[in-house]
């Protein structure tokens, strides 16, 4: 698929069930979706894979629209797309691009524009010069709520982030600092579920109330005990609002 090899596992839906899509967030990997999807339906498709340059997916993403179009590529017609993060982003540029193409977003812990192109310049410089095992140390415990103690799935988050490839993942840095969707959000006629981590200190839940607010047919909902990743730290509660906002959309089977 356009120029690089991707990392997908899939899941079919029976006949008339709903399909889903996971994107996932910038330096993670299909893995932060797996506790949800694992609590969907049986009956429900499944599609999970790993960002362009990112995990075991090649080639790099130096713009949203790139990984848009990958998303439009793998995502069944009128599937829901859930998207965490930088996989938010890809799930609205995505809808923009085709509107007719899914039947709702999820967006998990995501905004129209997240920090900017010289916060992003600034991270690429640092990994340049050390590498991204001493980033992934400091970075990874932004994404977890304080409380959050599970000690084995906060190292793998950790040797997850430092195992990225440098040029995939600096390339999804790229995309992600100049991507601004603010100005596009009334575009969005479908429906759509916005949820975040109560203690999230990238996009905390006054961000996400406001980009429901600017949206037109969205809600919004705040996860207790979940910073940045609510889907692995708090994968039932997530589960649970994404199986009803599917449900509200596709009632059968």
């Known amino acids: ?31 932060v979706w797996e506790g949800v999807a694992e609590r969907m339906p049986t009956a429900w498709g499944i599609t999970l894979y790993d960002l362009r340059g ?8 130096e713009r949203i629209s790139d990984h848009a179009a990958d998303l439009l590529a793998l995502a ?18 995505a809808a923009l691009d085709a509107p007719d193409r899914f039947a709702g977003l999820v967006l998990a ?18 990994i340049e010069a050390e590498g991204m095992a001493p980033f992934a140390a400091e970075q990874v ?11 084995n799935v906060i190292a793998r988050a950790q040797r997850a982030l430092a195992a990225q490839p440098v040029a995939g993942y600096l390339a999804a ?23 975040g981590g109560a203690e999230d200190v990238s996009t905390p839940p006054d961000t996400m109330r406001a ?10 909902e705040i996860v207790a005990g979940a910073g ?24 059968a089977p």
């Not at 599937?79 to 609205?92: D, K, N, P, R």
């Not at 980009?211 to 919004?220: D, F, H, I, S």
């Not at 940045?228 to 009632?251: G, I, K, S």
Request: aromatic share 6%; hydrophobic share 45%; charged share 20%.
């Open 1 to 31: 698929m356009r120029d690089a090899t991707f990392r997908v596992r899939r899941r079919s839906a029976a006949a008339g069930a709903p399909e889903l899509v996971f994107v996932p967030a910038l330096g993670t990997g299909a893995w």
């Open 54 to 61: 990112q995990g075991r997916s090649g080639g790099q993403g």
């Open 76 to 93: 069944p017609e009128g599937a829901v797309v859930c998207g965490l993060s930088i996989g938010g982003q890809i799930a609205m540029r």
């Open 109 to 126: 812990d995501t905004a129209p524009r997240i920090g900017s192109a010289e916060y992003y310049d600034a991270r690429a410089k640092r």
């Open 141 to 151: 415990r932004r994404w977890f709520a304080p409380a959050f103690d599970d000690a």
């Open 173 to 195: 840095c790229r995309a992600i600092g100049a991507c601004n969707l603010s100005a596009d959000l009334a575009r969005l006629k479908l429906p759509v579920l916005c949820l």
């Open 211 to 220: 980009l429901a607010a600017g949206l037109p047919r969205a809600t919004c």
């Open 228 to 251: 940045h990743l609510p889907p692995v730290e708090t994968p039932d509660a997530v589960a649970a609002l994404v199986a009803a906002f599917v449900r509200d959309r596709h009632p």
